[in-house]
């Protein structure tokens, strides 16, 4: 098995929506502010390339939207999901599997593009067979008021009318094959899905929005876009003891800066023991 990172470019979004009820004062420290009050963030992908398979778990913002709408997410570095993928020696064609977390814009808006013809909608990984799980499904398809306007219709309906859309819970044969065990949490939105992945002796967790940025891993630290905080809180408290005994490591989706860490007990609960550099650690 060989992983790679995916960055599909960089946004901003405001700091205390992204942290809750936690004063600025404490979260600047770790996700300084703009003179608008965001933080940078990322949409950071996990490629995982094992025997002739090749998964991309999320797939980022895209690039579909109107600038109006990308107006409110501040866009900014180098990075997409088509060239980091040719970085790596690879194309949308070799995708074999696409892994959704969760289906807010930001972690499937990458799935599906317009054609070359900009007047209708295909999906970017034409090969893959889409994973989500049918409770989730059910819920951003149906979504409540508070979440609605995360999941986008254009970047779900078209998944579901391709016929390559499977569910972890309704193809356990198949989702017995993906390289990883899921880690099913309630918090930010019904059912999202964590990959625990091993790798190299260890076991890597790939933390969505569960934990977003380095500067969330403190049980209180719970952004304000989640549905049932309280809920997080309890899930985060319990997944963070079990990183500490058994030693994973978490990679960040959306921190900006810091790719990947080790955490540690602390009188004050999990901390981030050390920050690491993905490729240098596992070089």
């Not at 996990?46 to 109006?68: A, F, N, P």
């Not at 599906?112 to 034409?126: A, G, H, I, M, P």
């Not at 969505?208 to 809180?233: C, E, K, N, Q, S």
Request: glycine share 6%.
């Amino acid at each position: 098995m060989q992983l790679y990172l995916v960055e599909t470019g960089n946004f901003k979004l405001d700091g205390g929506a992204m942290f809750g009820v936690v004063p600025k004062t404490l979260w600047q420290r770790t996700n300084p502010s703009d003179n608008e009050n965001r933080i940078d963030l990322a949409a950071r992908c996990l490629l995982i390339e094992w025997g002739s398979r090749l998964l991309l778990v999320d797939t980022g913002l895209g690039d579909k939207q109107s600038e109006k709408f990308f107006a409110h997410y501040h866009r900014w570095g180098p990075h997409s999901l088509e060239g980091s993928l040719r970085a790596h020696g690879f194309s949308c064609d070799d995708i074999t599997d696409v892994f959704f977390t969760h289906l807010h814009f930001d972690h499937v808006g990458g799935s599906v593009k317009w054609n070359s013809n900009k007047d209708k909608l295909e999906l970017t990984f034409k090969n893959a067979r889409y994973w989500s799980n049918s409770a989730h499904w059910q819920w951003a398809t149906h979504p409540n008021p508070r979440e609605k306007a995360s999941f986008l219709t254009e970047n779900i309906l078209p998944i579901q009318e391709s016929g390559q859309l499977y569910f972890t819970d309704e193809h356990p044969e198949l989702a017995a094959e993906l390289p990883f065990e899921i880690l099913y949490v309630d918090g930010h939105t019904e059912k999202q899905m964590l990959p625990l992945v091993p790798y190299k002796g260890r076991t890597l967790a790939y933390v969505a929005d569960l934990i977003a940025t380095a500067g969330h891993v403190p049980v209180p630290y719970v952004m304000g876009y989640d549905t049932r905080p309280l809920i997080t809180m309890t899930e985060k408290a319990s997944f963070l003891d079990r990183a500490v005994a058994d030693n994973y490591l978490l990679l960040f989706e959306h921190d900006a800066y810091n790719q990947l860490a080790s955490v540690r007990a602390t009188e004050n609960g999990v901390r981030i023991d050390q920050i690491l550099d993905f490729n240098s650690f596992f070089s």
